[in-house]
């Protein structure tokens, strides 16, 4: 394998703020700072610890961030978690400041590509990602590019409604697949069911342990993330799906059900050779695949 020049990757959140020095598809260091609000401040303290990792054979800043990214990739057009990230010219920013080649993408879409060039699904070219967390988000990596869609906004396949009349999720939409499958829906589920787990963890222990309650809950969520998945199969038959995210961890509870609804949903040319699996990068995946874009983009 040729040798790759190191990069710089950030991994913004709402909560935490993180930054790797990434060389030859390996994270060598890393750091972790509370995010600090106001989008000075925060370019200020990514432009900052870039520098302190960057050598002279940096070629660039890759920065993977909760919200919609431009086509350009040089900023987040809509960032509900960072308002004040809205149309801010965050990479025109932080490349002032370092003199370093920098691009802004959407995080799920970032980690889809390190699961897919670093992960699970090495060696693959056409993979949907599902992330289960607070929400369901995604990315989808067709022959070996990320699909962005014409905005930017593609992907956003936690809103591809399984039930019409079902819950009413946060985007006004009723029925849509984060509304059953992500942590937050895991956790409601699992009360509705008549368990007493209060959060998803909760809900994944007692479900191990033999809670009716919260088997169920796992059940719904299976199913539901079964019903979309078919639909991407037959509309992009990619080669694998992989489960990411925190709720990946429940991925031994989901795995049958969603099998389940494959079976008799995907055309099953959709299923030949097709491949069902869990990630394997953890929080690493951002970082890597932030790796992965910026190769990609130069």
């Not at 913004?12 to 890393?30: H, P, Q, S, Y």
């Not at 520098?51 to 940096?58: H, I, P, S």
């Not at 037959?234 to 925190?246: E, H, K, M, R, S």
Request: hydrophobic share 45%; with cysteine.
């Amino acid at each position: 394998m040729s040798e790759k020049k190191p990069v710089v990757t950030v991994d913004l959140g709402g909560t935490n703020l993180r930054v790797a020095l990434v060389e030859n598809d390996k994270v060598i260091n890393r750091i972790m700072h509370p995010t600090p609000r106001g989008a000075e401040a925060i370019v200020g303290l990514i432009a900052k610890q870039a520098l302190e990792f960057a050598n002279k054979d940096v070629i660039g800043i890759a920065i993977a961030a909760p919200g919609t990214a431009s086509p350009k990739m040089d900023r987040l057009t809509k960032a509900p978690n960072l308002p004040e990230l809205n149309n801010y010219p965050m990479a025109a920013e932080i490349t002032e400041k370092t003199k370093l080649h920098c691009i802004v993408e959407n995080d799920a879409n970032v980690y889809a590509m390190g699961e897919t060039f670093y992960g699970a699904a090495k060696g693959l070219e056409t993979v949907v990602v599902y992330t289960l967390g607070t929400g369901v988000g995604g990315g989808i990596i067709l022959n070996g590019k990320l699909w962005r869609g014409v905005n930017g906004a593609a992907a956003e396949i936690g809103h591809i409604s399984i039930d019409e009349n079902g819950h009413l999720c946060g985007c006004g939409a009723r029925g849509c697949l984060e509304t059953y499958a992500s942590a937050t829906a895991m956790a409601r589920l699992a009360k509705e069911y008549g368990s007493k787990a209060t959060t998803a963890r909760e809900a994944f222990e007692l479900a191990n342990l033999g809670d009716k309650a919260a088997q169920q809950a796992f059940v719904r969520a299976g199913s539901a993330l079964g019903i979309a998945i078919a639909g991407m199969l037959n509309t992009l038959n990619p080669q694998a799906v992989v489960i990411g995210g925190g709720g990946s961890s429940a991925y031994p509870l989901l795995k049958e059900e969603i099998e389940k609804q494959l079976k008799v949903r995907a055309f099953p040319a959709a299923l030949e050779n097709f491949k069902l699996m869990k990630c394997t990068l953890g929080n690493d995946a951002a970082l890597l695949g932030g790796a992965a874009l910026l190769y990609e983009s130069l």
